[in-house]
T-cell receptor, first 118, second 112 residues
Framework: GAVVSQHPSRVICKSGTSVKIECRSLDFQATTMFWYRQFPKQSLMLMATSNEGSKATYEQGVEKDKFLINHASLTLSTLTVTSAHPEDSSFYIC??????????????FGNGTRLTVT | QKEVEQNSGPLSVPEGAIASLNCTYSDRGSQSFFWYRQYSGKSPELIMS????GDKEDGRFTAQLNKASQYVSLLIRDSQPSDSATYLC????????????FGQGTELSVKP
């Protein structure tokens, strides 16, 4: 149980274009999902908390107009990287915890999306 | 001071030995603690969770928590080459709705 599906797993785009990444909880509901970014040889950095039915909460230093987050249902959150630049190339990972298990439960991660901006 | 700190390594141990991974955290309000394993190019997978002081064992893995010292560790007994990965310590202050703060990870290499 507690499977999180992320799509696409890998995407290459040209500088200036936008890319949408989807994160779905397949067998549980998640009012909150989290988006992380990981650069090579570095740890996961939280970008934002995606809240179902309301605005996302962004971490300090993350541009909300560049990284658009939509959490339209209890099982789907999307991250759109707008006007992508090479420095946005990174590994993006979404995660969620089970609604009924609460905030104390561990996060379940999607398989990640490797974004390369050329 | 970083919120969650780990020795980045690499930590190298021979096959069959015990690998000891350490983590300290700064927020005394932290209540949930997790160890994740991450293979190169993959997303993290949960190894252990621990919520109260003391030891918690699961197979070859033992997590240890000392809230007074703000310290959590992971022991891997009978280390195998397949255990070679980066181990991430993650901490959750339950008042933050499940948000996890990760350490920088410790790279473990188990030599055959």
């Amino acid at each position: 149980g507690a499977v999180v599906s992320q799509h696409p797993s890998r995407v290459i785009c040209k500088s200036g274009t936008s890319v949408k990444i989807e994160c779905r909880s397949l067998d549980f509901q998640a009012t909150t999902m989290f988006w992380y970014r990981q650069f090579p040889k570095q740890s996961l950095m939280l970008m934002a908390t995606s809240n179902e039915g309301s605005k996302a909460t962004y971490e300090q230093g993350v541009e909300k107009d560049k990284f658009l987050i939509n959490h339209a249902s209890l099982t789907l959150s999307t991250l759109t990287v707008t006007s992508a630049h090479p420095e946005d190339s990174s590994f993006y990972i979404c995660s969620a915890n089970h609604l009924q298990q609460g905030a104390k439960s561990p996060l379940h991660f999607g398989n990640g999306t490797r974004l390369t901006v050329t | 001071q970083k919120e969650v700190e780990q020795n980045s390594g690499p930590l190298s141990v021979p096959e069959g030995a015990i690998a000891s991974l350490n983590c300290t955290y700064s927020d005394r309000g932290s209540q949930s603690f997790f160890w994740y394993r991450q293979y190169s190019g993959k997303s993290p997978e949960l190894i252990m969770s621990i919520y109260s002081n003391g030891d918690k064992e699961d197979g070859r893995f033992t997590a240890q928590l000392n809230k007074a010292s703000q310290y959590v560790s992971l022991l891997i007994r009978d280390s195998q080459p397949s255990d070679s990965a980066t181990y991430l310590c993650a901490v959750n202050n339950n008042n933050q709705g499940g948000k996890l703060i990760f350490g920088q990870g410790t790279e473990l290499s188990v030599k055959p």
